[in-house]
């Protein structure tokens, strides 16, 4: 492909892709249809959360939270106070809970100020809640997390009724809500799964001892994206759904839960082909070596922007359908394909790593199989050098 002819290609608000190397295209309706579909799986008066930390999950928070808007999503979670305040940048008014723990006043004070509801993993940071929204001269709203068996953020859920009963007495301080985080909600049901049953089993005895007491409890939240999909038995008052968001299924016994519709495609150009003899090393290590004359392409992507160098020599790519394997290591910053039996692939020319061509889908799981991980950690790798093109009506 000569220089009049890439000259000669539509714009990225024309075709759908950029001019860049490589990219992130986000199908902004392919959200909202996720977020569409899952609300109507809900429970009866029960809420969508659209968890939207790490950049919504690589998609871009943004562009994510008003697709899931339009969706039916009500309210957002974020990981840390820099993803809440960029929300309220964008001009995103609906609720924003902050799933971290902010354990500085000045990072409380700015919750209030961006009106983003803390979480309370004990009553250090509810007192500090209590004397900066009293200087203010307005309340705050928080939610408080119980630790039911992730051992991980929360308070103990034995003394959750306890510190429910002495939040109610700050007068400037809002408590609305009182969550937990199930830790192995995408278990198969032929696993041993104790966790989860004793997980919701204690759940429940703290919302039973507030009733007792007469505390509200305000929204009650439990479900990650597997238990969303698990059935209302896990939705209480509102779900915090992540991964499905983006189309994709926390377990494969549960992907027949919800028609979910993956969301982004990775996309590279080829930037060189070269033709080579049998018995050519390629790459750092020669890991890979040719066993007849090959023709390989160079494509303008690799670690650094969030493709596993682990990956190397086990995936592939899509060309019109076609699979081309990926060959040699990984690199910093592109990868070699093989190319031989796609003789009509030339440089300049868009490849697909994830994402649909044709008949053909290669998913996260796909890749997060073969270097022993998760999907989330796939998703969440791509770096800020890809640029994030948001494609759809949303």
């Not at 871009?60 to 809440?84: C, I, K, W």
């Amino acid at each position: 492909m000569n220089a009049l002819s890439l000259a000669s290609q539509p714009e990225p608000h024309e075709a759908g892709y950029s001019r860049q190397r490589a990219w992130v295209e986000v199908d902004t309706d392919a959200i909202a249809r996720n977020a569409a579909n899952l609300a109507t799986g809900l429970a009866p008066g029960c809420q969508l959360m659209a968890v939207v930390k790490a950049d919504g999950y690589g998609h871009g928070a943004v562009p994510v939270a008003r697709a899931a808007l339009a969706g039916g999503a009500s309210s957002f979670g974020v990981a840390t106070l820099a993803e809440g305040v960029q929300l309220r940048r964008a001009g995103i008014t609906a609720p924003v809970l902050v799933l971290g723990n902010l354990i500085h006043p000045d990072e409380l004070r700015s919750c209030l100020r961006w009106q983003l509801m803390p979480t309370l993993s004990g009553m250090r940071e509810a007192l500090l809640c209590q004397n900066l929204a009293a200087a203010a001269g307005r309340p705050i709203g928080v939610h408080l997390k119980l630790d039911t068996g992730m051992t991980r953020l929360g308070v103990d859920w034995q003394e959750g009724p306890r510190l429910v009963a002495a939040i109610a007495e700050l007068a400037d301080v809002q408590l609305l809500g009182v969550y937990s985080h199930l830790a192995n909600a995408d278990a198969a049901p032929a696993d041993d799964d104790s966790i989860t049953p004793c997980q919701v089993q204690r759940f429940a005895s703290v919302l039973a001892a507030l009733r007792q007491q007469q505390l509200d409890a305000g929204c009650r939240h439990l479900a990650n994206s597997a238990a969303t999909l698990r059935g209302p038995d896990f939705h209480y008052d509102m779900v915090r759904v992540g991964l499905a968001l983006y189309g994709h299924s926390p377990a494969l016994h549960l992907a027949a839960a919800s028609a979910l519709q993956p969301a982004m495609q990775l996309r590279a150009r080829v930037s060189l082909i070269r033709s080579v003899p049998a018995g050519i090393g390629v790459s750092y290590g020669h890991r890979f070596r040719t066993s007849r004359p090959s023709r390989l392409a160079v494509v303008s992507i690799g670690y650094a922007d969030g493709v596993p160098r682990q990956l190397s020599g086990q995936i592939a790519v899509l060309h019109r359908g076609r699979r081309l394997p990926q060959v040699g290591a990984i690199t910093m910053d592109q990868l070699v394909l093989d190319a031989t039996d796609a003789p009509d692939l030339d440089v300049g020319e868009v490849v697909t790593l994830l994402g649909q061509d044709g008949d053909q889908q290669i998913t996260p799981a796909d890749w997060s199989q073969r270097c022993q991980t998760i999907p989330w950690e796939i998703l969440c790798g791509f770096k800020h050098r890809l640029p994030r093109l948001p494609l759809g009506a949303h």
